[in-house]
Protein backbone atom coordinates (compact mmCIF):
# COMPACT_ATOMS: atom_id res chain seq x y z
CA UNK A 1 0.00 0.00 0.00
CA UNK A 2 1.44 3.14 -0.48
CA UNK A 3 1.31 6.04 2.07
CA UNK A 4 -1.87 8.47 1.86
CA UNK A 5 1.17 11.88 1.90
CA UNK A 6 3.72 10.65 -0.07
CA UNK A 7 2.05 8.49 -2.93
CA UNK A 8 5.33 7.09 -4.20
CA UNK A 9 6.60 5.50 -0.54
CA UNK A 10 5.33 2.04 -0.49
CA UNK A 11 4.50 1.30 3.42
CA UNK A 12 2.75 -0.86 5.81
CA UNK A 13 2.04 0.86 8.61
CA UNK A 14 -1.45 2.30 9.37
CA UNK A 15 -2.35 5.12 11.27
CA UNK A 16 -4.05 4.04 14.53
CA UNK A 17 -6.63 6.25 14.98
CA UNK A 18 -7.55 6.82 11.68
CA UNK A 19 -6.38 3.51 9.67
CA UNK A 20 -4.20 5.71 7.04
CA UNK A 21 -1.46 4.92 5.51
CA UNK A 22 1.61 6.63 6.77
CA UNK A 23 5.26 6.13 5.99
CA UNK A 24 7.89 6.69 7.96
CA UNK A 25 8.38 10.58 7.11
CA UNK A 26 4.54 10.89 8.58
CA UNK A 27 4.80 8.72 11.88
CA UNK A 28 4.30 10.32 14.95
CA UNK A 29 4.60 8.01 18.20
CA UNK A 30 1.28 8.06 19.86
CA UNK A 31 -0.40 6.45 22.66
CA UNK A 32 -0.78 3.39 21.40
CA UNK A 33 1.47 2.98 18.51
CA UNK A 34 1.76 5.20 15.28
CA UNK A 35 -0.35 8.02 14.35
CA UNK A 36 -0.67 10.15 11.12
CA UNK A 37 0.35 14.06 12.07
CA UNK A 38 -3.54 15.16 12.06
CA UNK A 39 -4.79 12.82 14.83
CA UNK A 40 -1.24 13.39 16.95
CA UNK A 41 -2.00 17.17 16.57
CA UNK A 42 -5.60 16.34 17.52
CA UNK A 43 -5.08 14.23 20.94
CA UNK A 44 -2.61 17.25 22.06
CA UNK A 45 -5.05 20.29 21.45
CA UNK A 46 -7.29 18.68 24.55
CA UNK A 47 -4.26 18.24 26.74
CA UNK A 48 -2.26 21.74 26.00
CA UNK A 49 -5.36 24.00 26.02
CA UNK A 50 -7.47 25.22 28.41
CA UNK A 51 -10.43 27.39 29.28
CA UNK A 52 -9.53 30.83 30.69
CA UNK A 53 -11.24 29.75 33.84
CA UNK A 54 -8.75 26.76 34.13
CA UNK A 55 -5.86 29.60 33.72
CA UNK A 56 -7.03 31.30 36.38
CA UNK A 57 -7.72 28.42 38.36
CA UNK A 58 -4.39 27.13 37.88
CA UNK A 59 -2.61 30.48 38.56
CA UNK A 60 -4.39 30.78 41.85
CA UNK A 61 -3.61 27.25 42.97
CA UNK A 62 0.45 27.61 42.23
CA UNK A 63 0.50 31.06 43.67
CA UNK A 64 -0.92 29.81 46.69
CA UNK A 65 1.29 26.93 47.15
CA UNK A 66 4.40 28.74 46.15
CA UNK A 67 3.45 32.08 49.01
CA UNK A 68 2.96 28.87 51.51
CA UNK A 69 5.53 27.19 50.68
CA UNK A 70 8.59 29.57 49.36
CA UNK A 71 10.92 29.25 52.59
CA UNK A 72 11.84 25.67 50.89
CA UNK A 73 14.10 26.66 48.10
CA UNK A 74 16.61 28.66 50.70
CA UNK A 75 17.34 25.50 53.15
CA UNK A 76 18.50 22.47 51.55
CA UNK A 77 18.85 21.78 47.41
CA UNK A 78 16.49 18.63 47.94
CA UNK A 79 13.88 20.91 49.37
CA UNK A 80 13.93 22.99 46.00
CA UNK A 81 13.65 20.17 43.97
CA UNK A 82 10.33 19.41 46.33
CA UNK A 83 9.20 22.99 46.31
CA UNK A 84 9.55 23.38 42.38
CA UNK A 85 7.77 19.91 42.19
CA UNK A 86 4.68 20.29 44.61
CA UNK A 87 4.17 23.67 42.91
CA UNK A 88 3.92 22.26 39.31
CA UNK A 89 1.44 19.51 41.10
CA UNK A 90 -0.60 22.67 42.74
CA UNK A 91 -0.63 23.98 38.83
CA UNK A 92 -1.75 21.08 37.26
CA UNK A 93 -4.73 19.98 39.72
CA UNK A 94 -5.91 23.82 39.78
CA UNK A 95 -6.25 23.57 35.76
CA UNK A 96 -7.73 20.14 35.35
CA UNK A 97 -4.03 18.94 34.24
CA UNK A 98 -3.27 21.12 31.61
CA UNK A 99 0.20 20.94 30.27
CA UNK A 100 0.37 23.96 27.63
CA UNK A 101 3.25 26.97 27.69
CA UNK A 102 0.61 29.40 29.32
CA UNK A 103 0.70 26.54 32.12
CA UNK A 104 4.48 26.07 32.23
CA UNK A 105 4.86 29.90 32.40
CA UNK A 106 2.27 30.21 35.36
CA UNK A 107 4.09 27.22 37.33
CA UNK A 108 7.56 28.80 36.75
CA UNK A 109 7.03 32.48 37.81
CA UNK A 110 4.83 31.24 40.71
CA UNK A 111 7.89 29.36 42.12
CA UNK A 112 10.57 32.14 41.32
CA UNK A 113 8.04 34.84 43.13
CA UNK A 114 7.00 32.51 45.72
CA UNK A 115 10.98 32.02 46.83
CA UNK A 116 11.75 35.67 46.12
CA UNK A 117 9.23 37.08 48.31
CA UNK A 118 9.76 34.56 51.45
CA UNK A 119 13.73 35.35 50.86
CA UNK A 120 13.14 39.22 50.43
CA UNK A 121 11.48 39.36 53.48
CA UNK A 122 13.43 37.27 55.90
CA UNK A 123 16.01 39.12 54.87
CA UNK A 124 14.23 42.85 55.48
CA UNK A 125 13.45 41.23 58.28
CA UNK A 126 17.02 40.46 59.21
CA UNK A 127 18.15 44.04 58.65
CA UNK A 128 17.36 45.70 55.10
CA UNK A 129 20.13 46.47 52.39
CA UNK A 130 21.21 42.56 53.19
CA UNK A 131 18.40 42.10 51.06
CA UNK A 132 20.05 42.08 47.96
CA UNK A 133 23.14 40.77 49.29
CA UNK A 134 21.47 37.76 50.09
CA UNK A 135 19.27 37.31 47.06
CA UNK A 136 22.80 37.44 45.08
CA UNK A 137 23.77 34.89 47.44
CA UNK A 138 24.88 31.26 44.84
CA UNK A 139 22.99 29.16 46.81
CA UNK A 140 19.99 31.05 47.04
CA UNK A 141 20.23 31.32 43.06
CA UNK A 142 20.46 27.39 42.44
CA UNK A 143 17.62 27.08 44.60
CA UNK A 144 15.51 29.47 43.09
CA UNK A 145 16.94 27.99 39.61
CA UNK A 146 16.23 24.51 40.66
CA UNK A 147 12.35 25.30 41.82
CA UNK A 148 11.86 27.21 38.89
CA UNK A 149 12.81 24.30 36.81
CA UNK A 150 11.46 21.43 38.22
CA UNK A 151 7.79 23.41 38.63
CA UNK A 152 7.93 23.73 34.65
CA UNK A 153 9.17 20.41 33.66
CA UNK A 154 6.49 18.98 36.07
CA UNK A 155 3.66 20.46 34.60
CA UNK A 156 5.56 19.86 31.04
CA UNK A 157 6.21 16.09 31.61
CA UNK A 158 4.53 14.56 34.48
Same mark, same amino acid.
Given at each position: ??? @???????? &????????? $?????? =? #??? $? #?????????????????? /????? &? +? !? /?????? %??? +? +????? $??? +??????? &? /??? *? %???? !????????? !???????????? #?????????????????? @??????? $???? *??? %??? #???? *? =??????
Amino acid at each position: MQC @ARHPQVET &YVRCSKCDQ $PICPKC =M #VAG $P #VGMRCRDCRRQNLDTIMR /GSPAQ &Y +L !L /GALCAF %GSA +L +LLGWM $PHL +LIWLAIM &Y /GWV *V %GEAT !LRGSGRKRG !LGMQIIAGLAAA #VGAVVWQLGGALLAGGLS @ALVLLAS $PWVL *VGL %GLS #VFFA *V =MHVRYI
